[in-house]
């Protein structure tokens, strides 16, 4: 770890962000565009599955190495960072509901409107037959019951390994390097936002948005586990109850039904 008070601390901060930008620049770019863009023409399970694992193993070791390293670096700030946010007007007035009752009734509160606006949302989509998505992922959802377990390891490794990087690590570093805590919590959150361009534009912003979220449960709360939890349900959600609830995938083997069908909401004559 790095001594915040080493007069070598924020060159050497300030060279490892700009190799962390450059890096997940060319990432983005050269390498998530193109295998999703080959990813979405795949016709058989078999090439799906191994690029879920592909994918599995590349952001464990790329983004948990990664926070790993920055770690090493800039732990020493993460306390710092923390302090300096919840000093903040708005954050330290939501930090005084911790204690309270109404932040309780807030918290489940919204609970009960994601569970109840999840319901909502599988109920219209089987009677338009279709799901409304922000971004384009709709390829990324698994088929058969073998890619739902592999959904379901990639949405709890990209809870546990990007929440480390983007709320722990990433900000710790840009904070040692600028000493701006707002550069801090806007870079990380720009750059989670940016890694999904992928998505297309819709993704970047809907991820932005959901970053900036995580952040600030982050830095409310104190506890990095929170949102971690929170982005693997986040994700759950996504590759595993929408396929589950919607589009019956877990009736399908892979082991059988070898091509991919067309993600199709089943009728309630078929469902009978």
Known sequence: MLDPDWALTRPILWLALAALVALLVVRTIRKDRKEYQRFKRY??????????????????????????????????????????????????????????????????GLVVGFVALTLVGIRAARQEQDVMMVGDIRAMLPRNRQEL???????????IVEELVFRLALPAAIFGASGSAIAAVAGS???????HLYQG????????????????????????V????LHAVFDLRS????????????????????????????SPSAEA
Request: charged share 10%; glycine share 10%.
């Open 43 to 108: 016709r058989t399970t078999k090439k799906r599955q191994e690029m879920f694992r592909r994918w599995l193993l590349d952001s464990f070791v790329s983004f948990g190495g990664l926070a790993v390293v920055l770690l090493v670096l800039a732990a020493g700030f993460i306390a710092p960072l923390l302090v300096d946010v919840q000093s903040w007007e708005p954050v330290a007035w939501l930090r005084t509901l911790l204690g309270s009752g109404l932040f309780i009734g807030v918290v489940v």
């Open 189 to 195: 959150v720009l750059l989670f936002g940016a890694l």
């Open 226 to 229: 929170v949102p971690i939890v």
């Open 239 to 266: 590759l595993v109850l929408i396929p589950v609830a919607i589009y019956r995938v877990h009736r399908v083997d892979g082991n059988v039904q070898t091509i991919i069908p067309k993600l199709v909401v089943p």
């Open 149 to 159: 377990r592999l959904g379901a390891l990639l949405s709890i490794n990209a809870g």
């Open 201 to 224: 534009a819709a993704g970047v912003i809907g991820t932005t948005i959901v970053g900036a979220v995580m952040m600030l449960i982050y830095v409310v709360t104190g506890s990095i």
